[in-house]
């Protein structure tokens, strides 16, 4: 493990700042490389090496990767959901081409292993809405959720093809203090924090009883490391695993920051996320998971609003 050199693409995005930091922690900062297309997070400065990387760019990719000696990489930059449904054709090119680059450079370098998050936004309207299973009928709506279900497919296809070592999540909704969400349907539940301490109020882009999977931050990075470092004979999922943590809709979200602050509204103007929303499962079966490398959450709802109002506060 402490002779891995570790590069993040993406890793100034909402998941991208905590996973280099604990990462960072992990393996040693000099061990870990962050890059973007964007400016470093503030949060990361400091803190180890940063480049700047386009995914697109095949060829300064490879560079990247020789240069620094790079042994697993782990890819986070893409197109979310509602930006996606704004821009489908380049949401497509970067999701799966972003993709294609790394794997083609994983194979090609002989990478130990990579990483790559898809989303519950693979499930469409066809899935059962509750405790929707690992395998089951799978029909997205989204451009964002097919560019996540071909890209799984592309994953086995390199593990059983070429031997890549390529590990995956359907990560839910994630909700952190730390950094922005970047463009999804479910980064409401991000906002409605912050706006719950500066206004008091929050009007949501969602109805009020509209029920998504959802996962802390501190969870989500702790899921993906785990997964990182299990034996591959544990991973017999090569597509990407379900994990679950949390159900609940804005109403929920509402009344349990209203325990710390009473005088929190919630009013809700659905607009176009409604509709992507509706398409996904309400809750996520991850008895898989939980079976091939142990996947279990910490955090309920309270617990999360606890820490996320202490944090922002
Ligand atoms: P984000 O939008 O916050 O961050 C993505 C980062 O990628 C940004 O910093 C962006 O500048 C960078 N980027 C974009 N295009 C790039 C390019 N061409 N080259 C290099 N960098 C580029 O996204 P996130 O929420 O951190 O999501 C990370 C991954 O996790 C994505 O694959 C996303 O689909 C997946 N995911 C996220 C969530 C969630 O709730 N945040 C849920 C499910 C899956
Ligand atoms: N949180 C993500 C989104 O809403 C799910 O992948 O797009």
Redesign the pocket.
Known sequence: MHNEKILI????????VELTLALRNRYGSANVVA????DQNSLLEGTGPYVS????NKDRLRDLVAQHEITQIYL???M?SATGERNPAMAWD?NMQ?LLNVLDIAREEKLNKVFW?????VFGPSSPRINCPQQTIIEPTTI?GIS?YAGEFWCRYYWQRYGVDVRSIR????ISYK?A????T?DYAVEIYHEALSKQSYTCFLREDTYLPMLYMPDAIRATIELMEAPADRIAVRTSYNIAALSFSPAEVAASIQRKIPSFTLSCQPDYRQVIADSWPQSIDDSVARHDWGWTPQYNLDAMTDDMLQHLG
Do not use: E, F, H, W
Not at 9 to 16: D, E, L, R, Y
Not at 53 to 56: F, K, P, Q
């Open positions: 693409i993406g890793a100034s995005g909402q998941i991208g890059a973007d297309l964007r990387l386009d995914v697109m986070l930059a893409a979310l970067l972003g998050p898809s989303s519950i936004a964002y996540k990560y839910p909704g994630l950094s969400p970047g463009g999804g479910t």
